[in-house]
T-cell receptor, first 119, second 112 residues
Framework: QVQLQESGPGLVKPSETLSLTCSVSGGSMTNYFWSWIRQPPGKGLEWIGYIYYGGSTTYNPSLKSRIAMSVDTSKNQFSLELRSVTAADTAVYYCARVGATKGGAFDIWGHGTMFTVSS | QSVLTQPPSVSGAPGQSVTISCTGSSTNIGAGYDVHWYQQLPGSAPKLLIYSTSNRPTGVPDRFSGSKSGTSASLAITGLQAEDEADYYC????????????FGTGTRVTVL
């Protein structure tokens, strides 16, 4: 069974950069898109972007100027950087796989990691 | 930012049926894009419930079904059970947002 696990600091100061990593276990990253999704406390889901195993990316236009995604297939990991964070970026961040045989749905999710922006 | 609108809440007694609507537009559901549904139990990560409008992943009970018509999609839950109490989200790509994947506003299902 493919499993995903997010890791990163739980707290970052305003204007700093958030860096998160998602580790993929139990399967290969090849031929899949990998995504980040976030959920502010008590609110709904927001898609952040996705990266193909080969490195090409597509980002949410509302976040595009502040984010960068990367992938390291040798380590079975992909990462998210979110620059110039504010309190509005406080959320649970999930990594997810885009299902190749599931019409583009997010078929496997990590447990999520809470990220807080505070001075 | 969500362009997919869902009712904030629906409720039903055990054994009853409920339906959750997901209203979009000509740039997402109405454009023929696939619609997917996710279930988020309290304190847990979302889980894929329905993909490509009406398909269930392995392990999802057939009490859950999906459909689509025009610019809207629906998720139906029949034989409601206490364990179905959760938040449900629809999701689809949107061509007006450079192909971004958008989620619905979410619906809380309460089992009375």
């Amino acid at each position: 069974q493919v499993q995903l696990q997010e890791s990163g600091p739980g707290l970052v100061k305003p204007s700093e950069t958030l860096s998160l990593t998602c580790s993929v276990s139990g399967g290969s990253m090849t031929n899949y898109f990998w995504s980040w999704i976030r959920q502010p406390p008590g609110k709904g889901l927001e898609w952040i972007g996705y990266i193909y195993y080969g490195g090409s990316t597509t980002y949410n236009p509302s976040l595009k100027s502040r984010i960068a995604m990367s992938v390291d297939t040798s380590k079975n990991q992909f990462s998210l950087e979110l620059r110039s964070v504010t309190a509005a970026d406080t959320a649970v961040y999930y990594c997810a796989r885009v299902g190749a045989t599931k019409g583009g749905a997010f078929d496997i999710w990590g447990h999520g990691t809470m990220f807080t922006v505070s001075s | 930012q969500s362009v997919l609108t869902q009712p904030p809440s629906v409720s039903g007694a055990p054994g009853q049926s409920v339906t959750i609507s997901c209203t979009g537009s000509s740039t997402n559901i109405g454009a023929g894009y696939d619609v997917h549904w996710y279930q988020q139990l309290p304190g847990s990560a979302p889980k894929l419930l329905i993909y490509s409008t009406s398909n269930r992943p392995t392990g999802v009970p057939d009490r859950f079904s999906g459909s689509k018509s025009g610019t809207s999609a629906s998720l139906a839950i029949t034989g409601l059970q206490a364990e179905d109490e959760a938040d449900y989200y629809c999701q689809s790509p949107d061509s007006s947002l450079s192909g971004s994947k958008v989620f619905g506003t979410g619906t809380r299902v309460t089992v009375l």
